[in-house]
C-alpha cells in the first residue's frame, strides 16, 4: 500500500514541497517531465500537478494527500481535510490598484471591475464590505488588466512584491494571508492514516529543528542560575564543568523567534563564547 501525493508541477510550492520530502528523509526524483514518480526508501508515489486542481483530486481521492498553498484550498472550496501548515511559500492575496490613481480606499470600490483568478475569494470579501463591484474572472497575467484598460484595479497574490512593482500597482488591502499547507482526504483508510501520521511525524520534527537553535555558551558557575531562567531548553539545560575551575558550558535549545533577544540577556548575564548551531531533527 502507498500513500499518494499531489505536488505543484512548477511554480511557487514545487521546490519547497521537494525540499520538506527531502527533509523527512524521503527519496524522489523531481519529476522532469513525469506525471509521478515513487519514492525509493518510504510508501509515497508523487504526483506533479498544477497547484489548482490539487484540491479537488485530494477531494475525489485521486490523490491521498496533497502540498497546496492555502490560497488555491480557500479559492477551491473543496472537501479536504487540513492536516498541517508547512511555513513556506508564504504570501498575502492583496487588491491592489494603479498607483497615483483615483482609488484609494476598499469604499472606492464600489462599481469598479476588478481583474482577478481568485473570484470567490474576492466576492466573499466585497459581500462582507458591503460592496457592489464587478469581477472579471481570468486565469493568468492579472497584473496587465489596469494597463490595458481591462479592470480597473486588481486581486492577486503578492509575495516579494515585485510583479506589483513593476507594473505601477500599489496594495490596497490584503484579503487572506497564505502559505504552503498539507492537506488530506476525509475518508482515507487506516492503513492510509497511518502512513500519514509516519509522515506527520517527521514534518512537525522538521518543522520544530527549523524553528530552534542548538545553543552552547560558557559562564562563570555564579551566573548560572539567571542563565538557566533564560534557558528554558526542552526539559531543563546541559551543564558540563570547564577545564579552568569555577566555569561551566551550558548546552540548550532556543526558539528562532525569541533568539536575538534571547542572546542579548545572555551576553548581560554574563554568558561568554556564545555558540548558535542549527538542529537538523527535533523530536520530543
Ligand atoms: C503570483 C501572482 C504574481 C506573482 C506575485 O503568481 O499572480 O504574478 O505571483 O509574486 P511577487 O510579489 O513575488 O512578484 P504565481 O507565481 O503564484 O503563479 P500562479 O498563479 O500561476 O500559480
Ligand atoms: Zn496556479
Known sequence: ????????????????????????????????????????????????????????????????????????????????????????????????????????????????????????????????????????????????????????????????GSTLFSNELEELETILQSEAVLISNKNLEDEKRNLLNQLLFRIRSVKKAINNKYVLLNAPNDKLEVIFKLLPGMRSPTVLPLAESGWSSVHSVISETDFWNIIEQLKEAGAQGILIVPIEKMII
Open 1 to 160: 500500500m502507498e500513500l499518494k501525493i499531489a505536488i505543484q508541477k512548477s511554480g511557487r510550492l514545487h521546490d519547497g514541497s521537494l525540499q520538506l520530502l527531502r527533509e523527512c528523509g524521503i527519496k524522489v526524483s523531481n519529476g522532469n517531465n513525469q506525471l509521478r514518480v515513487k519514492a525509493s526508501n518510504f510508501p509515497l508515489e508523487v504526483f506533479f500537478l498544477r497547484d489548482d486542481d490539487i484540491p479537488e483530486y485530494v477531494q475525489d481521492g485521486v490523490a491521498d494527500i496533497g502540498f497546496a498553498g492555502e490560497n488555491v484550498v480557500a479559492e477551491r472550496n473543496k472537501t479536504v481535510a487540513l492536516e498541517e501548515k508547512l511555513e513556506f511559500a508564504k504570501c498575502r492575496l492583496s487588491i491592489a490598484v494603479p498607483k497615483n490613481g483615483e482609488i484609494h480606499s476598499v469604499k472606492n470600490l464600489e462599481g469598479k471591475r476588478i481583474a482577478t483568478s481568485y473570484p470567490h475569494l474576492l466576492s466573499e470579501y466585497l459581500k462582507k464590505q458591503n460592496i457592489k463591484a464587478s469581477i472579471h474572472e481570468i486565469s493568468g497575467s492579472v497584473e496587465i488588466a489596469p494597463k490595458i484598460g481591462l479592470a480597473d484595479a486588481i486581486c492577486d497574490l503578492v509575495s516579494s
